[in-house]
């Protein structure tokens, strides 16, 4: 398991590395200048990591703040003079816009390059590979959103943000057992992406995530 998850993250993060140094190879005059064993160059290849790590803080903490601003805080004080209490609404639109999250963005099933190269080149143990994979992306969405909660949650308390955020992991691990269900039972990749009823449920979800508060009625979320 341990060799699985080094290996996968080497992987990774090197598939990282050789595209941005492809990138800067596409750049029409900085790619004369750079050589052909570009990717052969130490120096460059350890600023490519470093820019790699870099970019894995941003979309980490930085995906969710932009989440958080433009779909929660943006509307939060106009939706909260319907309601009792900020934090209701707040909690109220975080909750059914997990639940798109989870219809949406179960993760398990999409396909990338580092993927394809682990499983079909390396030969990996496809379970193994897929779940470390998953849980890593799992942990990521838990710590990100976590700070971000404590940041910019108003006067919710942190027992709370960790509550809400476990409840919201939950709900992704359902809807990822319900696709590999339906995969087991029907051996076709039902992606998060291709199914109709997710896409009506999640338009019926966003609805209620904004409906509810400006019609001045609240969701209990006391479950999560």
Same mark, same amino acid.
């Given at each position: 398991?341990?060799?699985?998850l ?6 990774? %993060?090197?598939y990282?590395? %050789?595209a941005?140094l #492809? ?6 005059l900085?790619g ?18 470093i820019?790699?790590? #870099?970019? /894995?803080?941003v979309v980490?903490?930085? !995906?969710?703040?932009?989440?958080l601003?433009l779909f929660i ?9 319907a309601? /009792?209490?900020?934090?209701?609404? #707040? ?13 949406? %963005?179960? !993760?398990i ?6 993927k394809?190269?682990?499983l ?10 897929t779940?470390?994979?998953y849980f890593?992306?799992l942990a990521?969405t ?9 940041? #910019? ?5 942190? !027992? ?6 476990l !409840?919201?992991? /939950? ?9 590999l269900k339906e995969?087991a039972?029907?051996r076709?990749i ?10 009506m ?6 609805f209620?995530a904004y ?8 969701c209990?979320i006391?479950c999560?």
């Amino acid at each position: 398991m341990f060799k699985t998850l080094r290996i996968s993250f080497t992987l990774k %993060n090197t598939y990282r590395v %050789n595209a941005i140094l #492809f990138a800067l190879k596409r750049i029409p005059l900085l790619g004369k200048i750079l050589p052909a064993s570009l990717y052969r160059v130490r120096g460059l290849k350890i600023v490519a990591f470093i820019l790699a790590l #870099f970019w /894995e803080v941003v979309v980490l903490f930085g !995906g969710k703040l932009l989440y958080l601003a433009l779909f929660i805080l943006s509307v939060q004080d106009f939706l909260t003079r319907a309601a /009792e209490t900020s934090n209701q609404v #707040f909690l109220h639109i975080l909750l059914f816009l997990s639940l798109v999250g989870a219809l949406l %963005n179960t !993760g398990i099933c999409d396909p990338s390059k580092d993927k394809y190269y682990a499983l079909i080149s390396l030969r990996m143990d496809a379970k193994q590979y897929t779940l470390i994979n998953y849980f890593y992306d799992l942990a990521k969405t838990f710590i990100g959103f976590v700070v971000m909660l404590m940041l #910019f949650g108003r006067t919710l308390s942190p !027992g709370l943000c960790i509550l809400v955020l476990l !409840g919201f992991i /939950e709900l992704k691990l359902f809807m990822a057992g319900d696709f590999l269900k339906e995969y087991a039972s029907q051996r076709m990749i039902l992606t998060d992406k291709s199914s109709k009823k997710v896409w009506m449920l999640s338009a019926l979800f966003l609805f209620l995530a904004y409906s509810l508060p400006f019609l001045g009625m609240r969701c209990r979320i006391g479950c999560l």
